[in-house]
């Protein structure tokens, strides 16, 4: 439930268990206590201070939990949620995500956020193929791949939904069909259309800033990657071997692409990728991957969260981009103090104006 009263429902009346049955399998994936902490934070605020757990986490989750909170500027210094943290609890969303979607608003690229947010809220949109037609379904599927990862996928596949079904070719189309060709959910895309819609309707309601579509342009592509390293720089790992097996930053853990990814199956590896989700039970895989550079990360990473990484050779690797980067943003910054300088002496700021920056 969001703290504005409504929900998302994943399991309307109109989906049949036939369908939703290989869509979400029983599976464990890594998670953490970040979502309820937000939340319980939130309700602190509304007055709902106290809250009895049916059984009480471990103390460790719930500090872990914290520190997220804390890399991601929803915290204050004195643990209460910050001014971000609280517009970052209006989405029903991880906040991760919501943390995501309120960096596209700096980067202007909100529009593709936005679908990105419901793709991945929303069940997986891939259905299982049936035995014998596995390389059918991978082709259907290429034809939406992009380039650049999972993420811009997915983009191309709500889209392609919405094309569809805004103008359909044949008049015995429907959705239904145009999915079952696909080998993708109907049911799953469907929700990921009621959770687009919902989110815009809070943007709208808190004010904030939707920018148009400008998909698969340079520069909107850059500015999606930044938009979602901003809420998931601590889901970054590393092809340590070239193979495909990934090591995540955070916990050491080495990990393979998942079969639905755009990435499987093909010859171009990354080297360096932003995950969605690490899932133990299948495969310990990574789902929702995308291609990241070091200098992007470098630039974007929190450094009060990188200096608590454990040492490895790929946070060895990010600490000399770092430190070449240094040297440069130094130079940038004291261009910037002297621009503004020289700003204010011509136009001077009264004090009630104000700059709105997403950190």
Not at 214 to 227: H, M, P, Q, T
Not at 240 to 246: K, L, P, R
Request: charged letters at 20%; a negative charge.
């Amino acid at each position: 439930m969001s703290p504005s009263g409504k929900i998302f429902c994943l399991y309307p009346e109109e989906f049949t268990y036939k369908e939703m049955k290989p869509e979400i399998p029983a599976k464990v994936q890594e998670s953490n206590l970040t979502s309820l902490v937000l939340f319980l934070k939130r309700m602190d605020i509304a007055g709902f201070a106290h809250c009895d757990f049916i059984s009480s986490p471990a103390p460790e989750s719930l500090m872990q939990a914290l520190e997220d909170l804390d890399y991601l500027a929803a915290l204050d210094n004195n643990g209460n949620l910050s001014e971000f943290g609280i517009i970052m609890s209006e989405f029903p969303l991880d906040p991760q995500l919501s943390k995501s979607l309120l960096a596209s608003c700096e980067f202007e690229c909100v529009d593709e956020m936005l679908t990105i947010a419901a793709m991945v809220t929303a069940p997986s949109c891939f259905l299982h193929a049936p035995p014998g037609t596995e390389e059918i379904a991978r082709s259907r599927w290429r034809r939406f791949s992009h380039p650049a990862g999972d993420h811009f996928t997915l983009i191309n596949i709500f889209n392609a939904f919405k094309a569809a079904t805004a103008s359909p070719t044949h008049p015995d189309f429907s959705s239904e069909n145009w999915c079952h060709d696909n080998f993708l959910s109907c049911s799953a895309l469907s929700m990921a259309e009621m959770i687009r819609a919902e989110l815009v309707e809070i943007m709208k309601r808190i004010e904030l800033p939707i920018s148009e579509p400008a998909f698969a342009s340079e520069a909107n592509l850059l500015s999606i990657k930044k938009a979602l390293l901003s809420g998931y720089f601590m889901h970054v790992a590393r092809d340590v071997d070239g193979s495909g097996n990934y090591l995540m930053l955070t916990h050491k853990q080495v990990a393979q692409l998942h079969p639905f990814s755009s990435y499987h199956s093909t010859r171009r590896i990354p080297e360096w990728v932003l995950f969605h989700e690490f899932s133990i039970s299948e495969g310990n895989s990574i789902r929702v991957v995308s291609e990241i550079s070091p200098h992007l990360f470098a630039e974007l990473v929190p450094q009060y969260y990188f200096s608590n990484l454990p040492s490895s050779e790929s946070k060895d690797i990010l600490q000399e981009v770092i430190n070449h980067l240094a040297p440069v943003s130094a130079t940038k910054e004291e261009e910037k103090t002297a621009s503004d300088s020289k700003e204010n002496e011509e136009f001077p700021q009264t004090p009630t104006e104000q700059r709105c920056v997403i950190q």
